[in-house]
């Protein structure tokens, strides 16, 4: 059976909730939403938190409300999700690429202030798999020159830099909760801020949503069918045709993973109690990843280099991405992994290299080629010991 590289966080009696949802729980924001905005602004350590239906949305209302507008440049990582930069293309907003530390995955924050110019309003700091970056010297570049700072937080609720939580030092954060997230609500994100100003513009915007219960059962759905292919034999086959490339497979998946995208709507009740659930097995949950991690690290050889956290960091183990440093191709490394039972993610299935998307390849040299030597290695809620020793010898066999 292979070994997959992630599986969805349930809570305990999640799916009585769901039972509950379908016999009319209701899908209006409510007050259990309200209970959850206030719980996980406490475990942040700020004093706003305003659910949206998605993180993508909750960066782009963070940029409405402190009016970034057509013109205007957003720094960005050149290693992050290449949707971020698209979505601030379409408002006319420039997304201005830095490149990344080599060991942390994360922007370079000596290379910050050369692509800083006067058209220049924001840094986005991304936490990227878990890992904080350095987000003290990118406070006080931005400080120094005026400029706003959002955290991308997407992949780090619970990790913390000088012992204060990752979305606790910008001006605002966000948060996304979709199903491998480590806190699942089957889709949803947060905006953090201690800017009462802000916040209110948020809420603001949120309010005008409609409800769309379709579209949280429509995930949850979804999310019900991935499950089950993992669990199953046909979840090897499909994976093969992935990594052969199959152009037509490869095609369904994007768009299969693409159907849980939602439109513009209003974070559901159902979901706020979820939410609530989950954050009691949060710090539980993320302990128990970072056993595993930390025991799979100790089995690394020389040629695969696990993620450097910062001395300053505390990372939580969202994805397990190591840097390949090995004369094959990354994709027949993934290849004969796979053949052996253990599924890994390459490229484009981790993050992107957003130099390609935006057409300024050669830019951002460290982005390109962690983005061509980096591995996902499974990493999910209850992987057993035998399964991490089948992963190391697996690596030792396709990577001597």
């Given at each position: 059976?292979?070994?997959?590289?992630?599986?969805?966080?349930?809570?305990?009696?999640?799916?009585?909730?769901l039972?509950?949802?379908?016999?009319?729980?209701?899908y209006?924001?409510?007050?259990?939403?309200?209970?959850?905005?206030?719980?996980?602004?406490?475990?942040?350590?700020t004093?706003?938190?305003?659910?949206?239906?998605?993180?993508?949305?909750?960066?782009?209302?963070?940029?409405?409300?402190?009016e970034?507008?057509e013109?205007?440049e957003?720094?960005?990582?050149?290693?992050?999700?290449?949707?971020?930069?698209e979505?601030?293309?379409?408002?006319?907003i420039?997304?201005?690429?830095v490149?990344?530390?080599?060991?942390?995955?994360?922007?370079?924050?000596?290379?910050?202030?050369?692509?800083?110019?006067?058209?220049?309003?924001?840094?986005?700091?991304?936490?990227?798999?878990?890992?904080?970056?350095?987000?003290?010297?990118?406070?006080?570049?931005?400080k120094?020159?005026?400029?706003?700072?959002?955290e991308?937080?997407?992949?780090?609720?619970?990790?913390?830099?000088?012992?204060?939580?990752?979305?606790?030092?910008?001006?605002?954060?966000?948060?996304?909760?979709?199903?491998?997230?480590?806190?699942?609500?089957?889709?949803?994100?947060?905006?953090?801020?201690?800017?009462?100003?802000?916040?209110?513009?948020?809420?603001?915007?949120?309010?005008?949503?409609?409800?769309?219960?379709?579209?949280?059962?429509?995930?949850?759905?979804?999310?019900?069918?991935?499950?089950?292919?993992?669990?199953?034999?046909?979840?090897?086959?499909?994976?093969?045709?992935?990594?052969?490339?199959?152009?037509?497979?490869?095609?369904?998946?994007?768009?299969f993973?693409?159907?849980?995208?939602?439109?513009r709507?209003r974070?559901?009740?159902?979901q706020?109690?979820?939410?609530?659930?989950?954050?009691?097995?949060?710090?539980?949950?993320?302990?128990?990843?970072a056993?595993?991690?930390?025991?799979?690290?100790?089995?690394?050889?020389?040629?695969?280099v696990?993620?450097?956290?910062?001395?300053?960091?505390?990372?939580?183990?969202?994805?397990?991405?190591?840097?390949?440093?090995?004369?094959?191709?990354?994709?027949?490394?993934?290849?004969?992994?796979?053949?052996?039972?253990?599924?890994?993610?390459?490229?484009?299935?981790?993050?992107d290299?957003?130099?390609?998307?935006?057409?300024?390849?050669?830019?951002?040299?460290?982005?390109s080629?962690?983005?061509?030597?980096?591995?996902?290695?499974p990493?999910?809620?209850?992987l057993?010991?035998?399964?991490?020793?089948?992963?190391?010898?697996?690596?030792?066999?396709?990577?001597?």
């Amino acid at each position: 059976m292979t070994i997959p590289r992630r599986r969805p966080r349930y809570y305990k009696g999640q799916w009585r909730d769901l039972a509950g949802m379908a016999r009319g729980f209701g899908y209006a924001s409510s007050e259990s939403v309200r209970l959850f905005e206030k719980e996980f602004a406490s475990y942040i350590g700020t004093e706003n938190a305003v659910a949206t239906c998605s993180g993508r949305n909750a960066m782009e209302l963070i940029l409405d409300a402190m009016e970034i507008k057509e013109g205007d440049e957003v720094i960005i990582s050149a290693y992050t999700l290449k949707d971020l930069a698209e979505m601030m293309m379409e408002k006319g907003i420039a997304p201005v690429l830095v490149d990344v530390d080599p060991e942390t995955f994360n922007i370079d924050p000596g290379k910050i202030e050369e692509k800083i110019t006067s058209l220049t309003k924001a840094i986005i700091a991304t936490h990227i798999f878990g890992v904080p970056c350095e987000i003290d010297r990118i406070v006080e570049i931005a400080k120094r020159h005026g400029l706003k700072v959002i955290e991308d937080a997407a992949h780090a609720m619970g990790a913390t830099y000088l012992g204060k939580k990752a979305g606790s030092f910008g001006d605002a954060a966000f948060f996304s909760m979709e199903t491998i997230k480590l806190l699942n609500t089957f889709g949803g994100g947060m905006v953090v801020s201690r800017d009462h100003d802000l916040a209110a513009k948020v809420r603001k915007a949120v309010t005008g949503y409609l409800p769309n219960g379709h579209a949280v059962t429509k995930k949850i759905c979804l999310a019900l069918v991935e499950d089950v292919l993992l669990r199953g034999p046909v979840f090897t086959a499909l994976m093969w045709l992935l990594a052969s490339k199959n152009k037509a497979f490869v095609r369904f998946y994007w768009s299969f993973r693409n159907r849980t995208r939602v439109g513009r709507s209003r974070y559901s009740s159902l979901q706020g109690v979820m939410g609530l659930e989950q954050m009691k097995i949060l710090d539980i949950k993320n302990e128990q990843r970072a056993r595993i991690a930390a025991l799979m690290e100790k089995g690394f050889r020389g040629s695969v280099v696990p993620q450097k956290v910062p001395d300053k960091a505390r990372r939580v183990q969202y994805f397990n991405v190591v840097r390949i440093d090995s004369p094959d191709a990354i994709e027949d490394v993934r290849r004969r992994m796979l053949f052996r039972g253990v599924d890994c993610g390459i490229r484009e299935e981790i993050t992107d290299d957003c130099s390609l998307f935006l057409g300024k390849k050669g830019e951002c040299p460290v982005a390109s080629e962690i983005f061509e030597r980096n591995l996902q290695l499974p990493m999910f809620d209850g992987l057993k010991e035998r399964d991490i020793r089948r992963i190391l010898r697996t690596l030792e066999e396709v990577i001597p």
